[in-house]
């Protein structure tokens, strides 16, 4: 559905006036009327048209949204009615921080981190992670690397060489291993009070992770099936979940082995986020930084500022 802005403009403007309305309900501290009882509520998931959508008293409402607001995604803020049937009617949606698209489809939004999971076995690739980073950076979203499995490697300060790369480019890196509990503790303390996704490749222990942070995972999607009348589909949805010892997870199947869209080579350059200091520096304004001469990022290279396998990757996804 294509709107004009005029549309876009207006839609905007009652959304505006539905959040204002609602924040005056809010600050009053006394719901008037039954059909005024506006909230703020965190939408779980979607499904079609309707939504699962969480009160700040943790009850969980089965909403519709009203005509010509955008529809939501898990990790949304809106506003939101309920009605008499125990039942509810989303009204407005607050702006967002962020949001995830896959295929121009949007996921979810609200995302405060994003985990890329590796591990020593299927062992990790400098491409692939690369690949997640580029995604990440264009959408504007943190991301951190866990290399889970670590019990399983004869060589840690080899891993630990490996992945120093990344940690110079500016990521976080983080080791721990599921089976044997490593460092799994310390991990769980860094997820509270934020929302979180988790990606990867599969066998990474993905699932292994979220058991561990979320024990009851499964009696939380029967709860949310039961309450949406969805059945079983809720597993292949996106949906947010409350980790117990504090944040949140956003997962589906779907999110977890999220991959790099077609992206532009423009796209892919400002993706390798320590580059970012030499665009614009080359001798040649169109420099594709590969075999121009004085190319500044290529000079960063040699002076080992850049390292030479995320240059590697750099060339390896724009094709060259
Ligand atoms: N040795 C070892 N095995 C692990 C560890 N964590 C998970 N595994 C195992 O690795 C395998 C894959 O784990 P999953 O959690 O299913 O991996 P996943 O990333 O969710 O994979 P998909 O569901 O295919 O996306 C399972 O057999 C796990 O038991 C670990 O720390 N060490
Ligand atoms: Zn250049």
Known sequence: MDLTRRQKWRIEKIQAERIARANRVADDNELTSESDNAQTGLVITRYGQRLLVEAQSGELYQCTGRRNIELS???????????DNNEGVVTALLPRDNFLTRSQKLIAANIDELWLVVAIEPHYQFELIDRYLVVAENAGLPINIVVNKIELS???DQVKHDFSLYESAGYS???????????????KAQLKHKAHIFLGQSGVGKSSLINELIPDLNLRVNEISTKSKLGKHTTTNTTLYHIPSGGDLIDSPGIREFQLDNLTDKEILSGFKEFKPFIGECKFRNCAHINE???AIKNAVEDGVIHPKRYHSYLQLIGA
């Open 293 to 295: 001469p004085k190319c």
């Open 173 to 187: 890196v983080h080791y721990l291993s599921v089976k044997a509990q490593t460092n799994v503790a310390e991990f």
């Open 73 to 83: 995604v898990a990790g949304d803020q809106v506003i939101f009615q309920t009605t």
């Open 154 to 156: 004869d060589d840690f």
